[in-house]
Structure formats: structure tokens, C-alpha cells
């Protein structure tokens, strides 16, 4: 497998550094504008060189085909994919994004794209495996507790923009889903200091509550995210979001289990 990834912030470097240990980093795009053009990438990671030049997004086309990754990893923004999806769909590489911010519109240029067959898209905004662990056991929970009241509280680093996350809203929906109502879900953010991330629902009734909650500690948990989520889009095409992802895995799970299950009874019948 080979990857590339746009997007040099804060944690798309953490990408970068995990993507290097895993020996699948083969390209890395910045903005036209970018003071990071041209350099090697070991230079902005404060290591040293890696024989990765930070190419512009200028001619993708080109370098796409000179580079030729099998999927693309964005931690940018969302003018990125919809800007040169089709480019993307043209040279046949595969996105996993985890941007955070599309508008209805650009949702559907991009799930529409993906529909056509040529290349696969996941839609990430919540890439980390913990955080999706939380919203499923908040939809089990709210479909087993209607009559209670459900609220979301979350917590970022200050330079975040989006507020509430894109996580926070895929929570909020989730839980709809699962009472089976438009209610809106309150939701409170917070945007402080260097705070990773944070999400918790709280669950309350007229005589208990519960809470639900995840922290990431370092941002190696979105990098390593990122890379099982590509893992899972290699050979695929078509339009999908991270609760696919973890489908795959219960359902290999499983079947891991009705192996082990038949290997066990089969060794009960040949003792007999």
C-alpha cells in the first residue's frame, strides 16, 4: 500500500510520522502557497531527511500519476477534495478524509463521486477507534432509554474552528436515531489550551444517570486511525463512513469466533 497525505497541521505531522514507521508514505501535498513547499519532510518534522519532498497540490494530476498512491489521506480542509476529486477519481486514488467541516453540498458532490465505482471514499471526521466505541454504545443506549435525556459536551485545543466537532454532530444524530425523534441534542463545546479531544454524553433520568466518554491522550490515535481506515478501503470502491469500518471488523470477528467454535467441537468429537 502505498499512501499520500495533504495536510501538515497539528496533527496531520503525527500522520506523517506513523505513516513513516509503517513504510507507506509515498507523497506529501501542501497548499500552492505553502512555506512548506519543496522541503523535505524531515525538515518539518524536526527529523532527518526522508527523501519525501513536500510537493503543491499545482498539476495533481502529474504527480499523481508520477507517484501513483493507492489512497490519499486528507487532514486538510475541505476545498482540498472538492477541488480535485475528480482528479483523484481520474487517476484512481482513494481518499480517506478526515476534514471535518463539509457543508451539505460538497457532502454530496463527494458521495456522488464515490457512487460512480471508480475509486472508494470514507468519510472520517471521527477517525479514532475509542470515539467510535462511544457512539455506539450512546445509540444502544438511547434506543433502550427514550424517556431520558441525552446531552453532549466536548473539548478541543483552541485553534480548532469547527464548533460543535464534526464528531459532536455524528454523536447528536446517532442518538436521534436511536430514540427515534428530531429532538435537537444540546451540545456544549469547549475550545482551550492544548486540549486533544474530549466527548461525553450524559444520560439522565428522574433517578439516575449515566455517562459515556472518550479521551484521546496523543494524537497517534488519529494517525493509527487513519491507517487501518486505509487499510480497510483497499480494493474497495464506493461511498462509505467509519461504522462500515467497524462492520468489517465485528463481522471478521465473528467469523474468527465460528472458526475457533468448529475447530473446538471438532476436537471434542475426535477425543469421543
Known amino acids: 500500500m502505498k499512501i499520500a497525505l495533504v495536510g501538515l497541521g497539528r496533527t496531520g505531522k503525527v500522520v506523517a510520522e506513523y505513516l513513516l514507521s509503517q513504510n507507506v508514505l509515498s507523497m506529501v501535498l501542501c497548499r500552492p502557497n ?7 519532510l524531515g525538515e518539518i518534522l524536526d527529523r532527518n531527511d526522508t527523501g519525501i519532498m513536500i510537493e503543491t497540490s499545482d498539476h495533481l494530476e ?7 498512491p493507492d ?20 487517476c484512481g ?64 485545543h483552541k485553534q480548532k474552528k469547527d464548533s460543535p466537532s464534526g464528531t459532536a454532530k455524528k454523536i447528536a444524530l446517532k442518538i436521534q436515531e436511536g430514540l427515534d425523534r428530531n429532538d435537537e441534542i ?16 450524559i444520560i439522565c433520568g428522574e433517578y439516575d444517570s449515566i455517562e459515556i466518554s472518550h479521551q484521546s491522550y496523543s494524537k497517534k490515535a488519529f494517525a ?29 470477528r465473528r467469523q474468527i469466533i465460528a472458526v475457533r467454535k468448529m475447530m473446538e467441537d471438532m476436537n471434542i468429537l475426535n477425543l469421543a
Open 34 to 40: 505553502s512555506t512548506n513547499a519543496n522541503k523535505d
Open 62 to 68: 502529474r504527480k499523481l500519476f508520477q507517484y501513483k
Open 71 to 90: 489512497i490519499l489521506i486528507d487532514f486538510s480542509r475541505a476545498s482540498f477534495l472538492t477541488d480535485n476529486i475528480h482528479i483523484l477519481e481520474k
Open 93 to 156: 486514488v482513494s481518499v480517506v478524509t478526515a476534514v471535518t467541516d463539509y457543508d451539505s453540498a460538497e457532502l454530496e458532490k463527494i458521495k456522488n463521486v464515490a457512487q460512480k465505482g471508480n475509486i472508494g471514499i470514507v468519510l472520517a471526521p471521527n477517525i479514532t477507534y475509542g470515539v467510535n466505541v462511544l457512539m455506539l454504545m450512546t445509540e444502544i443506549a438511547a434506543e433502550l432509554m427514550n424517556s431520558y435525556d441525552f446531552e453532549i459536551y466536548e473539548e478541543h
Open 186 to 201: 444540546p451540545t456544549h463545546a469547549v475550545r482551550a489550551g492544548g486540549i486533544i479531544g474530549k466527548h461525553k454524553v
Open 224 to 252: 493509527e486511525g487513519a491507517y487501518k481506515v486505509s487499510q480497510f478501503l483497499i480494493g474497495k470502491t464506493g461511498f462509505y463512513e467509519m461504522s462500515d469500518v467497524f462492520e468489517q471488523e465485528r463481522e471478521q
